[in-house]
């Protein structure tokens, strides 16, 4: 049995860092390109089908990341993991296009230690993502030229995380989440200038500016419920995430095309891969939700950032606001005890966002509001299949911004196992 469990466990660990290496970035969006990227507030797949909710409820099928408190109701062994697709309608107003990205959104493992007292939990994640690409055309003043900037960027801030969760009191628990925060974002900008006749006038010069971050961080939560009825339950959930200064180095450089991202070829270096850290302001969230027993749920949760406090890593010059993240979440199972109609089992969700990023620009916030859905369909009495669908739309065309009109898609399985930790009879 022992050596079944080996088995099983070095399987899960492989699988771990297979999946480390195909890590992704699943942001596309033109506004990913101010500050550190595009933060993930939303969870994972069963969040992200209810507004993000995730606080204050969480269920034993599904691996608990927003709040680690809520991991002690991991009662058996769950893995999950999720792929992410979004596609994006950029619009300016005159001119618009589609954009997409995609790839591996988060793996995560939860174990119990002690069922339904200690939990402990380990995952891959994003924290933020960055993936742009813009094309900006101008007249160069005093000149008959015109300039061209190709700017694009890629890459952000993931985390591997280890997680415990403990019942320290009748229905009241506590969680800690330690993470490893690694790598790197890219940036380039290359500039161009033609004549009248669309010639090429001079040297095609390039901006690079590479990011690379490892650090650790500290997220902490807390879970309260209490019953309001025979069968019903009102969860509270808090939670408290910790990244202050992230340490890492930067290089930046400007030369001709080709040569900038060369620390040994000619051009102007700003910066040799020199240590220094981004500051990522505190991030605490509050939950509220009613649970009608093994029937629906129905919560409300808020989050904030104050990015006012953000630092970049070369003190570059950038007005951010604060975060404000309001989600309003309901999941319904028609019948949990349906064995032989699967549709019956299957949890439904809803949820609306409205997030008011931190993006700030020509006098005006930029805000995100989207309706989610999302099911978690039975593939046997234990495991699942997930996925979540969101549309919404951040932005506006007014004041020469940009309008995006997205639809983003999850897809995952969340695989149970309740035969770790019961001894056999016989052999």
């Known amino acids: 049995m022992l050596s079944k469990i080996k088995l099983k466990l070095l399987g899960v660990l492989c ?3 297979l ?12 506004y990913s390109a101010l500050g550190i990227g595009e933060f993930n507030y939303s969870g994972l797949t069963q969040n992200q089908g209810m507004g993000g909710l995730g606080i204050s409820f969480g269920t034993g099928w599904n691996a608990n990341v927003v709040n680690p408190a809520l991991t002690t109701r991991n009662t058996i062994f769950n893995f999950q993991a999720a792929l992410n697709y979004k596609k994006i309608n950029a619009d300016n107003g005159q001119q618009n296009s589609d954009v997409d990205g995609g790839g591996l959104s988060y793996i995560a493992f939860s174990l119990p230690v002690k069922s339904g007292k200690i939990t402990a939990g380990m995952g891959l994640n994003q924290i933020t993502s ?29 985390e591997a995380y280890l997680n415990f969760g403990v019942l320290a009191a009748k229905n009241l628990s506590f969680g800690v989440q330690g993470s490893y925060l690694f790598g790197s974002t890219i940036r380039t900008n290359r500039l161009s200038l033609f004549d009248d006749n669309s010639n090429s006038v001079g040297t095609v010069s390039e901006y690079y500016e590479r990011l690379t971050v490892s650090d650790i961080g500290l997220k902490f939560g807390a879970h309260y419920f209490f019953k309001i009825g025979e069968k ?42 020199e240590k220094g850290s981004v500051y990522i302001p505190n991030r605490y969230g509050f939950g509220l939700s009613y649970e009608k027993i093994n029937k629906f749920v129905v919560g409300l949760e808020g989050q904030y950032q104050d ?36 549709l019956k089992r299957t949890t439904y969700r809803f949820g609306v966002e409205y997030q008011q990023t931190p993006y700030y620009l020509n006098q005006t916030n930029i805000n995100d509001i989207g309706i989610n859905f999302g099911t978690s369909f039975p593939v046997n009495q234990l495991s699942l299949v997930n996925f979540a669908v969101k549309v919404g739309q ?28 019961y001894k056999r009879v016989f052999e």
């Open 19 to 30: 999946f480390s290496e195909a890590f992704a970035q699943s942001s596309s969006s033109t």
């Open 15 to 17: 699988t771990f860092f």
């Open 232 to 273: 019903s339950n009102l969860h509270l959930g808090a939670i408290y995430q910790n990244l202050g200064d992230v340490n890492g180095k930067a290089f930046a450089k400007l030369a001709a095309f080709g040569q900038a991202s060369d620390p040994d070829s000619d051009g102007d270096l700003i910066a040799n891969n």
């Open 130 to 158: 960055v993936n742009y690409r813009l094309i900006i055309a101008s007249l160069v003043n005093n000149a008959e030229l015109q300039a061209f900037n190709s700017i694009k960027g890629d890459g952000g801030i993931s």
């Open 394 to 421: 951040r932005g506006t065309t007014e004041n020469g911004l940009i309008k995006e009109s997205y639809v983003n898609f999850t897809f995952g399985l969340s695989l149970n196992d309740n035969s770790w930790f």
């Open 307 to 342: 990015f006012t406090q953000y630092r970049s890593f070369l003190d570059d010059p950038l007005q951010l606001k604060e975060v404000i993240k309001v989600g309003l979440g309901f999941q319904i199972v028609p019948d949990y005890l349906a064995i032989d109609s699967p």
